[in-house]
């Protein structure tokens, strides 16, 4: 009996030791694959996602991070060809100490004639670019991809930088295999917090290493597994949801403490005012926000005769936006400094604002500091230096309330901040470093409201007069991807998307963002009228009803970002065409959503001559809870229904 179950275990052993994938080698099974098996959608998989990240000795530089990645992406479709492309990501100042990529190596694989073709990576095959003043990216272009093929690539990131890259486990496309391992020595101790919305269980194991090869000096490293097959992907192409990378499933890893031999122990772990401190005290930060000779004479000229301090904010914040151009960087420190950025009129994010914070101080303005973690930064959901990325301002008012402004945008206003600023919460500075979190997602709704005029002559088409107005978030949204676009761009596309013909096309307010956009014009199209044995069929919303729901997944695990709060608005008045009476219309609905976060109301009146419908839809709340995704879904179900509907005239 003894006998058998060696035997078993080691056949079991020998059965996992082949299963083990090598870089370099496929198999034909992989190749000949034309599809995964448990997302028969997907364009591509990840056949091997594998990492080991390791702490290795130095006489020179000491303990230096060690991250050793081997990935195989199986291409299925069109799509997937995508991922013949990788771009590698990594810190390398112009000075200073720098990340580096070794050992970088790969090989494109097909199937010919029923052998295996193996092409591998070359140095044309390889690019490098500066895409900051602090990083570097690699751009590996695989060679001879076409659906089908197998991508194997391998390298090593080297840092000195005692810090841990994010484990994450869930991608845009499935992974069959995962094998993710940390080692990190006792000296240095890291807290481990997962992070979204699926999980991996932990192997934790010990051993001892040598401080380097042939060393007396050992250590205990911790060593921590992370295995599993077939992780679901996670779909970014779902419909509102913000940066995707906030709701992966994953495990980031924190510096919390170190204590090296004949050495005092040092703390790491942070709470939010350390963190907020820590910058604050920075030369890049709280230093450069004490300076203001540079700007005295000009700050003199443009509040010499301000009647109030609303209009002395107003007259700061113009002056910034228009004197400093952002060069497109984020970032909570300052790069060339105040000074500079004010002299050559362009800055980084924290210039620039840390100019507008320190103008707003010296006309005697309540103004502070408040760092934020861009949208393309993610959520910081745990104290970390790494978790602020971006700085605006904040003016309290006497009667408590506040204004957030953010120079960096051309087209923002007082308490319109950009879309990459408007993420969730973010930490005011006062004086000393002290902090108060703050709301950085407007209370206020944003407005589309439309009002249109339609009438049906006897051949059936339909001609009308739209006017929409769009106000808050939604009208700095507008101008952002349309002020530079000349008019007759802007009739093509709405011809384009809408089929219709438009003429007398006006705006108005483009540049003056205290205003709400106005766009009005006038249109006709052949295509919203269907007759059917003498009945005319026409949906009253036209080209602006939704004609599909946006949510079609089953289930939901991560929340619904809207951006902001909204209401959309429709006021539809149709003649009755000559000779036709009305036979139906869609009949009013209201429904709503718990907690009051969302409302549909739809009203249609028939006066004898027209017929009027009064359409609104109404979010509250900019982030709605993934618990309540089924009602949302729902909702629009009912809502693109009603939406469909269509009003029946028959001859009289």
């Given at each position: 009996m003894k006998k058998t179950i060696l035997i078993l275990c080691i056949i079991i052993s020998q059965t996992l030791i082949s299963q083990e994938i090598k870089f370099g080698k496929v198999s034909k099974k992989e190749l000949q694959e034309t599809f995964y098996d448990k997302d028969s959608s997907a364009s591509a998989s990840y056949l091997l996602k594998k990492r080991r990240t390791y702490?290795?000795?130095?006489?020179?530089?000491?303990?230096?991070v060690v991250s050793e990645y081997h990935e195989r992406?199986?291409?299925?479709?069109?799509?997937g060809l995508d991922y013949a492309t990788k771009k590698i990501n990594y810190y390398f100042p112009e000075s200073g100490d720098r990340e580096s990529i070794n050992s970088l190596k790969g090989y494109t694989f097909n199937i010919e004639?029923?052998?295996i073709e193996k092409e591998k990576l070359s140095k044309k095959n390889i690019f490098e670019d500066r895409i900051s003043k602090f990083r570097k990216e690699k751009k590996i272009t695989f060679p001879a991809v076409k659906i089908g093929s197998v991508i194997d690539v391998k390298y090593t990131l080297t840092s000195p930088f005692w810090t841990i890259e994010d484990l994450n486990f869930q991608y845009s496309i499935p992974v069959k295999r995962l094998d993710y391992q940390v080692e990190t020595p006792e000296y240095i101790v890291f807290n481990k917090r997962a992070k979204g919305f699926f999980s991996?269980?932990?192997a934790v194991s010990k051993k001892s290493s040598a401080l380097t090869p042939g060393s007396t000096i050992t250590f205990t490293t911790t060593v921590d597994k992370f295995e599993t097959e077939d992780i679901k992907a996670i779909n970014p192409n779902e419909p509102y949801v913000g940066n995707i990378n906030n709701y992966r499933g994953g495990v980031s890893y924190e510096l919390s403490s170190t204590q090296f031999p004949n050495s005092m122990f040092k703390n790491y772990a942070l709470d939010w005012e350390d963190v907020c401190k820590t910058i604050y005290k920075s030369s890049a930060f709280g230093v450069e926000l004490h300076k203001s000779s540079y700007y005295k004479e000009d700050l003199n000229n443009i509040i010499s005769n301000s009647s109030s301090e609303i209009e002395t904010i107003a007259r700061v914040f113009t002056h910034v936006k228009s004197k400093l151009n952002w060069n497109e960087y984020y970032g909570k420190y300052t790069d060339k400094g105040v000074r500079k950025a004010y002299k050559d009129g362009v800055g980084n994010v924290a210039e620039i604002n840390l100019i507008l914070t320190s103008m707003l101080r010296s006309a005697n303005i309540d103004?502070?500091?408040v760092l934020v973690s861009s949208k393309n930064n993610g959520i910081p959901v745990f104290p970390t230096l790494k978790g602020f990325n971006y700085v605006i301002t904040k003016v309290n008012l006497a009667n408590g309330q506040y204004i957030l402004l953010d120079a960096t945008e051309s087209y923002s206003f007082p308490n319109l901040l950009p879309y990459r600023a408007l993420n969730w919460y973010g930490k005011e500075v006062l004086e000393g470093g002290k902090i108060r979190d703050v709301k950085l997602a407007p209370s206020t709704v944003a407005k589309d409201t439309n009002f249109m005029n339609i009438t049906i002559n006897e051949e059936g088409t339909v001609e009308g007069m739209i006017r929409k107005s769009l106000s808050g978030h939604l009208a700095m949204f507008h101008r952002k991807s349309n002020n530079h676009k000349k008019d007759e761009e802007i009739i093509t596309e709405l011809e384009d998307k809408y089929n219709i013909e438009i003429d007398e096309y006006n705006i108005h307010n483009k540049l003056d963002l205290s205003k709400g956009i106005t766009q009005s014009f006038k249109f006709t199209s052949e295509d919203f009228v269907e007759e059917i044995n003498g009945k005319l069929y026409i949906n009253p919303l036209l080209f602006l009803a939704l004609n599909e729901n946006p949510f079609k997944s089953k289930e939901r695990s991560f929340p619904i970002d809207f951006v902001v709060p909204w209401e959309d608005k429709y006021s539809i008045s149709i003649e009755i065409p000559k000779g036709y009476n009305v036979e139906s219309f869609p009949q009013e609905i209201a429904i709503g959503l718990p907690d009051n976060i969302g409302t549909f109301k739809y009203i249609m009146v028939n006066d004898g001559k027209k017929l009027k419908l009064m359409s609104q839809t109404t979010f509250k709340q900019n982030m709605i809870g993934a618990n309540y995704y089924e009602f949302v879904k729902e909702f629009y179900s009912q809502?693109?229904?009603?939406?469909?509907?269509?009003?029946?005239f028959i001859k009289s």
């Open positions: 702490f290795t000795y130095n006489n020179t530089s000491g303990f230096l992406i199986k291409i299925y479709t069109k799509e004639d029923g052998k991996i269980p932990v103004a502070n500091p809502l693109v229904k009603k939406q469909s509907e269509k009003i029946v």
